[in-house]
């Protein structure tokens, strides 16, 4: 079955950085764009980042423009997520995310930006 699990979230102050990770397995991971997205506490889950399944196509929010960056490595089965410049307001769960005609989540990995 189709697995997503990250990793890397963690506790960072104003300004600094994180790199997310997250695995995926159960289905031909090269033939599918891989997202991210965020909820934040109290506010609805929203797209962070989309890249796809060859890497030539990427889309972010706009809130992380110029911050975050997306990549995936197709011979390892893997996404990865690097935040710089981090934000409060970048405070959230973070799940790595596939559509395949249906939407398939990891369990998420908490990012807090406090100083």
């Known amino acids: 079955q189709v697995q997503l699990v990250e990793s890397g979230g963690g506790l960072v102050q104003p300004g600094g950085s994180l790199r997310l990770s997250c695995v995926a397995s159960g289905f031909t991971y090269s033939m599918y764009a891989m997202s991210w997205y965020r909820q934040a506490p109290g506010k609805e889950r929203e797209r962070v980042a989309t890249?796809?399944?060859?890497?030539?196509?990427?889309n972010y929010a706009d809130s992380v423009k110029g911050r975050f960056t997306i990549s995936r490595d197709n011979a390892k089965n893997m996404a990865y997520l690097q935040m710089n410049s981090l934000k409060p307001e970048d405070t959230a769960v973070y799940y790595c995310?596939?559509?395949?005609?249906?939407?398939?989540w990891g369990k998420g990995t908490l990012v807090t930006v406090s100083s």
């Open positions: 995310n596939v559509y395949m005609g249906v939407n398939y």
């Open positions: 890249l796809g399944s060859t890497g030539g196509s990427v």
